[in-house]
């Protein structure tokens, strides 16, 4: 049987290395059944992926195991992130994202997802950017993060700054 969430856009999107993941704290010191993660225990720092606009996460539910795809598009073009993306491939991450409803859930935690892209260029009225794929077969569902999370002593860096037009 195979059972698939409905997406939602959201619009903040972190990774951290999986190699920098040290474990979860559910609430109510309870397992991971609670479906709700009241701290992630880290040693390393977040990255925040900005000037993403929307991104629509799904997870597939076979036989145990949740297919979980988070994709997204970042519309800029350049060499910092060009690097940062090449850097990213030969990772696996966490990942945490918040929604436009202002709820936060993490995946990735068993073995750590993997980010795939594509990058386009075009015709003048054709997006320019970066086609983004966060995916993983895990063991455990979605979590739900407490939303207070990233407002406590954890680290977030940018892996590059957002530019507007005026």
Do not use: C
Request: charged content about 20%; hydrophobic content about 30%.
């Amino acid at each position: 049987m195979t059972i698939t969430n409905t997406r939602e856009t959201y619009i903040n999107l972190w990774i951290l290395d999986i190699n920098d993941f040290d474990g979860y704290k559910f609430k109510d010191d309870s397992l991971y059944d609670s479906m709700y993660v009241d701290n992630i225990y880290t040693k390393g720092d977040w990255f925040e992926l900005q000037s993403v606009d929307e991104a629509n996460f799904t997870e597939k539910v076979n036989n145990s195991a949740y297919g979980q795809q988070l994709a997204t598009f970042i519309g800029l073009y350049d060499a910092d992130i060009q690097r940062e993306m090449l850097k990213s491939t030969n990772s696996k991450f966490l990942v945490a994202f918040r929604t436009y409803t202002g709820r936060y859930f993490v995946f990735g935690s068993d073995g750590g997802v993997t980010l795939t892209y594509e990058n386009q260029t075009g015709a003048k009225t054709e997006s320019i950017g970066y086609s983004i794929t966060l995916n993983i077969t895990s063991s455990y569902p979605l979590f739900e993060l407490n939303p207070n999370y990233f407002n406590s002593e954890h680290t977030v860096n940018y892996i590059y700054e957002p530019i507007y037009d005026s």
